[in-house]
Protein backbone atom coordinates (compact mmCIF):
# COMPACT_ATOMS: atom_id res chain seq x y z
CA UNK A 1 0.00 0.00 0.00
CA UNK A 2 1.30 3.46 -1.22
CA UNK A 3 2.37 5.28 2.10
CA UNK A 4 1.27 9.55 2.16
CA UNK A 5 2.12 12.32 3.34
CA UNK A 6 0.26 15.58 4.12
CA UNK A 7 1.60 19.03 3.17
CA UNK A 8 -0.12 22.28 4.91
CA UNK A 9 0.42 25.38 3.46
CA UNK A 10 -0.84 28.69 5.88
CA UNK A 11 -1.41 31.96 3.66
CA UNK A 12 0.51 34.32 6.32
CA UNK A 13 3.46 32.20 5.48
CA UNK A 14 3.37 33.04 1.47
CA UNK A 15 5.08 35.71 -0.27
CA UNK A 16 2.70 38.87 -0.96
CA UNK A 17 4.48 37.95 -4.75
CA UNK A 18 2.16 34.88 -5.31
CA UNK A 19 -1.37 35.06 -6.80
CA UNK A 20 -3.93 32.97 -5.67
CA UNK A 21 -3.14 30.41 -9.22
CA UNK A 22 -2.01 27.10 -8.59
CA UNK A 23 -1.46 24.02 -10.18
CA UNK A 24 -1.26 20.68 -8.68
CA UNK A 25 -0.06 17.44 -10.28
CA UNK A 26 0.38 13.90 -8.56
CA UNK A 27 4.18 14.59 -8.86
CA UNK A 28 4.34 18.35 -8.10
CA UNK A 29 3.18 21.44 -7.17
CA UNK A 30 3.57 25.02 -8.82
CA UNK A 31 2.91 28.14 -7.75
CA UNK A 32 2.38 31.19 -10.48
CA UNK A 33 3.43 34.25 -9.39
CA UNK A 34 3.19 37.94 -10.48
CA UNK A 35 6.72 37.68 -11.84
CA UNK A 36 7.45 35.41 -14.50
CA UNK A 37 8.95 33.01 -12.77
CA UNK A 38 7.49 30.23 -10.75
CA UNK A 39 7.67 28.00 -7.86
CA UNK A 40 7.24 24.41 -8.11
CA UNK A 41 7.74 21.41 -5.11
CA UNK A 42 8.10 18.16 -6.88
CA UNK A 43 7.84 14.99 -4.95
CA UNK A 44 9.44 11.62 -5.44
CA UNK A 45 5.99 9.82 -4.68
CA UNK A 46 2.42 10.61 -5.15
CA UNK A 47 1.47 12.86 -2.12
CA UNK A 48 -2.38 14.23 -1.16
CA UNK A 49 -2.30 17.67 -0.04
CA UNK A 50 -4.05 19.80 1.85
CA UNK A 51 -4.51 23.92 2.30
CA UNK A 52 -4.88 25.41 5.31
CA UNK A 53 -7.28 28.74 4.49
CA UNK A 54 -8.45 29.41 7.64
CA UNK A 55 -6.73 32.36 8.44
CA UNK A 56 -9.01 34.12 5.87
CA UNK A 57 -11.45 34.69 8.74
CA UNK A 58 -9.34 35.06 12.28
CA UNK A 59 -9.86 36.93 15.70
CA UNK A 60 -8.88 40.72 14.40
CA UNK A 61 -10.76 42.39 17.15
CA UNK A 62 -11.87 41.92 21.05
CA UNK A 63 -15.30 43.72 22.43
CA UNK A 64 -15.83 44.08 25.42
CA UNK A 65 -19.35 45.11 26.91
CA UNK A 66 -18.73 47.16 30.52
CA UNK A 67 -21.88 46.36 32.81
CA UNK A 68 -22.16 42.86 33.70
CA UNK A 69 -19.36 41.96 31.84
CA UNK A 70 -16.24 44.26 33.15
CA UNK A 71 -17.90 45.08 36.49
CA UNK A 72 -21.41 43.45 37.82
CA UNK A 73 -23.25 46.16 37.94
CA UNK A 74 -27.09 45.41 37.93
CA UNK A 75 -27.37 46.00 41.76
CA UNK A 76 -25.38 49.41 42.08
CA UNK A 77 -27.82 50.72 39.12
CA UNK A 78 -30.61 49.78 40.84
CA UNK A 79 -29.46 50.86 44.31
CA UNK A 80 -28.55 54.56 42.21
CA UNK A 81 -32.12 54.24 40.59
CA UNK A 82 -34.16 53.48 44.09
CA UNK A 83 -31.80 56.26 45.41
CA UNK A 84 -33.17 58.45 42.37
CA UNK A 85 -36.61 57.84 43.10
CA UNK A 86 -36.40 58.43 46.62
CA UNK A 87 -35.11 61.90 45.93
CA UNK A 88 -37.16 63.11 43.79
CA UNK A 89 -40.16 61.37 45.61
CA UNK A 90 -40.76 59.66 42.26
CA UNK A 91 -44.69 57.77 43.03
CA UNK A 92 -46.49 56.14 39.96
CA UNK A 93 -50.81 56.28 40.80
CA UNK A 94 -51.90 54.79 42.73
CA UNK A 95 -48.83 54.12 45.06
CA UNK A 96 -47.96 57.10 48.08
CA UNK A 97 -44.45 55.94 48.40
CA UNK A 98 -41.73 56.40 46.03
CA UNK A 99 -41.35 54.17 43.08
CA UNK A 100 -38.47 51.28 43.99
CA UNK A 101 -37.38 48.27 41.57
CA UNK A 102 -36.92 45.25 44.05
CA UNK A 103 -34.06 42.85 42.71
CA UNK A 104 -36.53 40.35 40.96
CA UNK A 105 -38.18 43.33 38.74
CA UNK A 106 -34.83 44.30 37.91
CA UNK A 107 -33.59 41.78 36.70
CA UNK A 108 -36.30 41.33 34.43
CA UNK A 109 -36.61 44.82 33.56
CA UNK A 110 -32.86 45.19 32.80
CA UNK A 111 -32.63 42.04 30.26
CA UNK A 112 -35.86 43.27 28.33
CA UNK A 113 -34.75 47.15 28.02
CA UNK A 114 -31.21 48.39 27.16
CA UNK A 115 -30.11 51.85 28.69
CA UNK A 116 -31.13 54.07 31.56
CA UNK A 117 -33.19 56.24 29.95
CA UNK A 118 -34.94 53.70 27.39
CA UNK A 119 -35.75 52.00 30.99
CA UNK A 120 -37.77 54.41 32.76
CA UNK A 121 -39.58 55.79 30.08
CA UNK A 122 -40.79 51.98 29.12
CA UNK A 123 -41.53 51.21 33.08
CA UNK A 124 -43.65 54.79 32.78
CA UNK A 125 -45.52 53.89 29.98
CA UNK A 126 -46.75 50.38 31.26
CA UNK A 127 -47.28 51.55 34.83
CA UNK A 128 -48.34 55.19 34.47
CA UNK A 129 -46.67 58.41 34.67
CA UNK A 130 -45.53 59.62 38.07
CA UNK A 131 -45.58 62.78 40.01
CA UNK A 132 -42.44 64.24 41.71
CA UNK A 133 -40.98 66.93 42.50
CA UNK A 134 -39.66 67.85 39.46
CA UNK A 135 -43.66 68.07 38.49
CA UNK A 136 -45.72 67.62 41.08
CA UNK A 137 -49.06 66.40 38.94
CA UNK A 138 -47.63 63.71 35.97
CA UNK A 139 -46.31 65.16 32.61
CA UNK A 140 -48.59 65.14 29.89
CA UNK A 141 -46.43 66.33 27.07
CA UNK A 142 -43.41 64.95 25.21
CA UNK A 143 -41.40 67.47 26.41
CA UNK A 144 -42.23 67.45 29.89
CA UNK A 145 -42.14 63.84 30.23
CA UNK A 146 -38.66 64.12 28.37
CA UNK A 147 -37.38 66.51 31.08
CA UNK A 148 -38.63 64.44 33.70
CA UNK A 149 -36.58 61.20 32.43
CA UNK A 150 -33.30 63.49 31.72
CA UNK A 151 -33.75 64.79 35.52
CA UNK A 152 -33.47 61.64 36.76
CA UNK A 153 -31.21 59.64 34.59
CA UNK A 154 -28.40 62.44 34.95
CA UNK A 155 -29.00 62.54 39.28
CA UNK A 156 -28.94 58.58 38.77
CA UNK A 157 -25.57 58.58 36.78
CA UNK A 158 -23.96 61.02 39.58
CA UNK A 159 -25.44 58.92 41.94
CA UNK A 160 -23.65 55.83 40.44
CA UNK A 161 -20.90 57.77 39.91
CA UNK A 162 -20.14 58.09 44.06
CA UNK A 163 -21.03 54.33 44.37
CA UNK A 164 -17.50 53.69 41.50
CA UNK A 165 -15.93 55.99 43.68
CA UNK A 166 -16.13 54.35 46.57
CA UNK A 167 -13.08 51.50 46.33
CA UNK A 168 -15.87 48.92 46.88
CA UNK A 169 -15.96 47.98 43.42
CA UNK A 170 -13.59 45.39 41.57
CA UNK A 171 -13.25 44.18 37.60
CA UNK A 172 -14.81 40.93 37.33
CA UNK A 173 -12.54 37.79 36.99
CA UNK A 174 -10.08 37.30 34.38
CA UNK A 175 -10.99 40.65 32.46
CA UNK A 176 -7.75 42.80 33.29
CA UNK A 177 -5.89 39.53 32.35
CA UNK A 178 -7.77 38.74 28.91
CA UNK A 179 -7.18 42.41 27.80
CA UNK A 180 -3.75 42.20 28.17
CA UNK A 181 -3.37 38.51 26.20
CA UNK A 182 -5.46 40.58 23.84
CA UNK A 183 -2.84 43.49 23.09
CA UNK A 184 0.31 41.74 23.76
CA UNK A 185 -0.84 39.14 20.56
CA UNK A 186 -1.73 42.68 18.37
CA UNK A 187 -5.34 42.40 18.38
CA UNK A 188 -7.57 45.06 18.63
CA UNK A 189 -9.65 46.19 21.24
CA UNK A 190 -13.18 47.85 21.83
CA UNK A 191 -15.52 48.84 24.83
CA UNK A 192 -19.26 48.82 23.90
CA UNK A 193 -22.05 49.71 26.01
CA UNK A 194 -25.34 50.79 26.22
CA UNK A 195 -25.02 52.83 29.49
CA UNK A 196 -24.17 56.61 29.26
CA UNK A 197 -20.63 57.48 28.05
CA UNK A 198 -19.81 59.37 31.40
CA UNK A 199 -20.85 56.36 33.42
CA UNK A 200 -18.89 54.03 31.54
CA UNK A 201 -15.84 56.09 31.49
CA UNK A 202 -15.84 56.35 35.17
CA UNK A 203 -16.05 52.27 35.34
CA UNK A 204 -13.42 52.25 32.87
CA UNK A 205 -10.95 54.59 34.82
CA UNK A 206 -11.50 53.33 38.13
CA UNK A 207 -11.37 50.01 37.12
CA UNK A 208 -9.07 48.44 34.13
CA UNK A 209 -6.89 51.59 34.79
CA UNK A 210 -6.09 54.93 32.84
CA UNK A 211 -3.53 53.41 30.86
CA UNK A 212 -5.70 49.94 29.57
CA UNK A 213 -8.52 52.57 29.10
CA UNK A 214 -6.52 55.53 26.78
CA UNK A 215 -5.30 51.99 25.07
CA UNK A 216 -8.46 51.11 23.56
CA UNK A 217 -8.83 50.93 19.73
CA UNK A 218 -12.73 51.53 20.02
CA UNK A 219 -14.86 52.91 22.97
CA UNK A 220 -18.36 53.43 21.85
CA UNK A 221 -21.67 54.07 24.74
CA UNK A 222 -25.16 54.66 24.41
CA UNK A 223 -24.68 58.36 24.01
CA UNK A 224 -22.98 57.36 20.35
CA UNK A 225 -26.02 55.47 19.01
CA UNK A 226 -29.40 56.11 18.12
CA UNK A 227 -30.55 52.73 18.96
CA UNK A 228 -29.91 50.89 21.88
CA UNK A 229 -29.07 46.97 22.47
CA UNK A 230 -30.75 44.33 20.92
CA UNK A 231 -30.36 46.75 18.06
CA UNK A 232 -27.28 45.94 16.38
CA UNK A 233 -26.30 49.49 14.80
CA UNK A 234 -23.27 50.19 18.64
CA UNK A 235 -21.42 47.09 17.19
CA UNK A 236 -21.71 47.94 13.08
CA UNK A 237 -20.71 51.39 13.99
CA UNK A 238 -17.40 49.49 16.11
CA UNK A 239 -16.43 47.41 13.04
CA UNK A 240 -16.51 50.28 10.81
CA UNK A 241 -14.12 52.34 13.40
CA UNK A 242 -11.76 49.60 13.84
CA UNK A 243 -11.73 48.83 10.10
CA UNK A 244 -12.40 45.19 10.44
CA UNK A 245 -15.25 42.67 8.84
CA UNK A 246 -17.56 41.67 11.94
CA UNK A 247 -16.92 38.35 11.39
CA UNK A 248 -13.24 39.26 12.69
CA UNK A 249 -14.79 40.28 15.58
CA UNK A 250 -15.82 38.55 18.83
CA UNK A 251 -18.31 39.85 21.81
CA UNK A 252 -17.88 39.04 25.29
CA UNK A 253 -21.31 39.98 26.83
CA UNK A 254 -23.11 38.59 29.63
CA UNK A 255 -27.20 39.26 28.50
CA UNK A 256 -29.70 37.92 25.82
CA UNK A 257 -29.68 41.82 24.69
CA UNK A 258 -26.18 41.84 24.26
CA UNK A 259 -25.76 38.67 22.66
CA UNK A 260 -28.79 39.63 19.77
CA UNK A 261 -26.83 43.29 19.51
CA UNK A 262 -23.87 40.85 18.76
CA UNK A 263 -25.26 38.03 16.27
CA UNK A 264 -27.43 40.93 14.07
CA UNK A 265 -24.56 42.41 13.71
CA UNK A 266 -22.93 39.04 12.09
CA UNK A 267 -20.26 39.00 15.06
CA UNK A 268 -19.77 35.71 17.28
CA UNK A 269 -20.44 36.21 21.00
CA UNK A 270 -19.02 34.63 23.89
CA UNK A 271 -21.78 34.92 27.30
CA UNK A 272 -19.81 35.69 30.60
CA UNK A 273 -22.88 35.36 32.45
CA UNK A 274 -24.16 36.97 36.06
CA UNK A 275 -26.39 35.60 38.52
CA UNK A 276 -29.41 37.48 36.87
CA UNK A 277 -28.63 36.44 33.40
CA UNK A 278 -27.46 32.84 34.37
CA UNK A 279 -31.27 31.43 33.12
CA UNK A 280 -31.78 33.15 29.73
CA UNK A 281 -31.62 31.40 26.81
CA UNK A 282 -27.83 32.18 25.12
CA UNK A 283 -28.07 28.85 22.40
CA UNK A 284 -26.98 31.88 19.48
CA UNK A 285 -23.92 31.91 21.62
CA UNK A 286 -20.72 30.19 20.77
CA UNK A 287 -19.13 29.62 24.49
CA UNK A 288 -20.52 30.08 27.97
CA UNK A 289 -18.39 31.06 30.97
CA UNK A 290 -19.53 31.71 34.31
CA UNK A 291 -16.66 34.33 34.33
CA UNK A 292 -13.54 34.88 32.41
CA UNK A 293 -10.88 33.68 35.45
CA UNK A 294 -10.39 30.38 33.00
CA UNK A 295 -10.82 32.21 29.44
CA UNK A 296 -7.32 32.54 27.49
CA UNK A 297 -6.97 34.49 24.58
CA UNK A 298 -5.89 31.32 22.62
CA UNK A 299 -9.35 29.71 23.35
CA UNK A 300 -11.41 32.41 22.10
CA UNK A 301 -9.17 32.32 18.77
CA UNK A 302 -10.23 28.32 18.38
CA UNK A 303 -13.68 29.23 18.37
CA UNK A 304 -14.05 31.49 16.46
CA UNK A 305 -12.02 29.36 14.13
CA UNK A 306 -14.54 26.79 14.97
CA UNK A 307 -17.11 29.03 14.02
CA UNK A 308 -16.03 29.94 10.33
CA UNK A 309 -15.41 26.49 9.69
CA UNK A 310 -18.44 24.81 10.88
CA UNK A 311 -20.91 27.90 9.00
Keep these: MASHSTLFISPQNLSSNFSSLFYYSPRSLTFRTKRSSSLSLTTTKPRRLYLSVSA?????????????????SEHLHREAYNDAFAHFNVRCPPSSQPLNWDLQFYDVLQNLIGGGKPKMRWYFKEHGWPSSTIFETPPESDEERAKLIDTLQDWKTERYKEIIKSGTVEPRPGVLRLMDEAKAAGKMLAVCSAATKSSVVLCLENLIGMERFKGLDCFLAGDDVKEKKPDPLIYLTAAKRLGVSEKNCLVVEDSVIGLQAATKAGMSCVITYTSSTADQDFKDSIAIYPDLSNVRLSDLELLLQNKVAAS
Excluded at 56 to 72: K, N, P, R, T, Y
Design 56 to 72: SHSLQALIFDCDGVILE
